[in-house]
């Protein structure tokens, strides 16, 4: 994807300083780990999107879009009437507030540009932003570009002898998350469900970053685009909905997660005023308006979903996705973490041997244990995934390199074609682990 072949030639074709920060030049790991460059019959659990269609109510909503004459041309730079008022009316029950369509609703381009869209509306050249690794890769050149510093705290995994762990065991070190908040610091992304623990932040984790916020003056941006996403029972708690934080959050959602529909690019930002109002003056520089027809048909989505009992259906699938590669790891006996949401699934690699004088590509030659493991795995075992080193700034990489994430996000068929291929990871067991 990123990578710019040849030097510039004179000053015209000299690109921005801002292109050699946030990685924004290296080769990512999606381009490495493209079905392009693996085995032509390799499952892809590498990349987080869906190889099933939105459900069809929502699609032939876009249809119909297409079909009337206004949903073809700009839309208000806010969004749609039709899809702040389905948005507040799906979103007020849960944040237990009133919305204001018109000044605490924001339609975005994704979620992604949304995020961008608030980093150009608040950062100042140096204000430093809090992120904790593993990390969505976006958020760093998204920060970089717009002046910001990210500062890295990490997610600390359960010690490597446990032998049964759910994402609720990667956990905050709070004295190191004090310590990390300088003058600065300007804000902390967080993320739940968390991609790619696949952790639900407990309310008393929410209550420790709120504290520090509060005590510290910070913005939350609370990415929770797997909102929807939550398995076993357990709590999605709202950052905006504890005590006094509605005022310094912002809430970061997305059709392309809820609807299988992550090419239509329909997001939204939801907060106060106080933080909705500038971030649109940003986003309307940047992109004007979100497209239109899809904006109609993810208001669709949101309308219908509680008379289709669509999202209970949605999560009772994924959980059915999720044990069948859990189910395939449990029968060769492998650590994994068990993901509470989101449809990634972290696989423990320690127990593998990696075969010696392997033929990696330059790509992966020089990089960690995981992506080695990873290429082996695509080439001899049939299935890919994302090393997760690739998450973590390089002084932590070696927490993320003992990892790697599979995308349950798949139909039920390729999944089970993957369960089987993945019997194949046996012979890359240690004969003698414990
Ligand atoms: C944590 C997180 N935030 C944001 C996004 C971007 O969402 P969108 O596709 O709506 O831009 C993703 C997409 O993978 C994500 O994993």
Redesign the pocket.
């Known amino acids: 994807m990123a990578a710019i072949n040849g030097a510039p030639k004179s000053k015209a074709t000299t690109y921005a300083a801002r292109l050699k920060t946030g990685r924004a030049l290296a080769l990512d790991v999606w381009s490495i780990f493209n079905q392009a460059n693996l085995p032509a019959d390799c499952i892809n659990l590498g990349q ?1 999107y869906m190889n099933f269609p939105p459900p069809q109510w929502v699609t032939d909503a876009a249809s119909e879009a297409l079909s009337t004459v206004a949903a073809n041309h700009y839309s208000h730079p806010r969004g749609r009437v039709r899809l702040r008022e389905a948005i507040k009316n799906y979103y007020e029950p849960l944040l237990a507030r009133p919305l204001d369509p018109n000044s605490e609703i924001l339609v975005s381009s ?4 949304g ?1 961008y869209s608030v980093f150009t509306a608040f950062l100042n050249p140096g204000d430093e932003v809090i992120m904790f690794e593993p990390f ?1 890769d ?1 958020y760093l050149p998204s920060v970089t570009f717009n002046g910001g510093t990210p500062v890295y705290v990490p997610l600390h995994p359960p010690p490597a002898a446990q032998a049964k762990t759910t994402s609720n065991d990667w956990t905050i070190d709070f004295d190191e998350l004090r310590r990390s908040i300088t003058p600065r610091c300007k804000m902390i992304i967080l ?1 739940t469900p968390h ?1 790619p623990v696949g952790k639900v932040f407990t309310r008393t984790e929410l209550e420790g970053i709120a504290a520090l916020a509060e005590e510290f003056d910070l913005m939350v941006m609370s ?1 929770e ?2 909102e929807s996403l939550v398995f076993d029972g357990k709590e999605h708690v709202r950052f905006a909905t504890l005590p006094r934080m509605w005022e310094r959050t912002v809430t ?1 959602g ?4 809820m609807f299988a529909a ?1 090419g239509w ?3 939204w930002l939801i907060g106060p005023e106080s933080i909705i109002g500038p971030t649109l003056a940003a986003q309307t520089r940047i992109v004007f308006c979100t497209n239109s027809p899809l904006q109609e048909a993810a208001a669709a989505g949101l309308e219908q979903a509680a008379a289709r009992n669509y999202f209970a259906t949605e999560v009772a699938d994924y959980a059915e996705r999720r044990q069948i590669i859990v189910d395939a790891f449990d029968s060769l006996g492998l650590k994994y973490t068990l993901p509470e949401g989101t449809y990634f699934i972290l696989l423990d690699i320690s127990d593998f041997d990696l075969p010696e004088g392997y033929p990696y590509p330059e790509t992966v030659a020089g990089r960690g244990r995981d992506f080695k493991f990873g290429w082996v795995m695509a080439q001899e075992v049939g299935v890919s995934a994302i090393p997760v080193s690739e998450f973590y700034c390089e002084e932590h990489g070696n927490i993320g390199e003992k990892f790697i994430r599979f995308a349950f996000c798949k139909d039920v068929g390729t999944l089970r074609q993957a369960a089987v291929k993945l019997a194949g990871l046996k012979k890359l067991l240690k004969k003698n682990r414990a």
């Open positions: 987080g994704g979620a992604n540009e995020q969505f976006q993320n991609n990415d685009v797997y970061v997305s059709a392309g997660k992550t690019r329909v997001g």
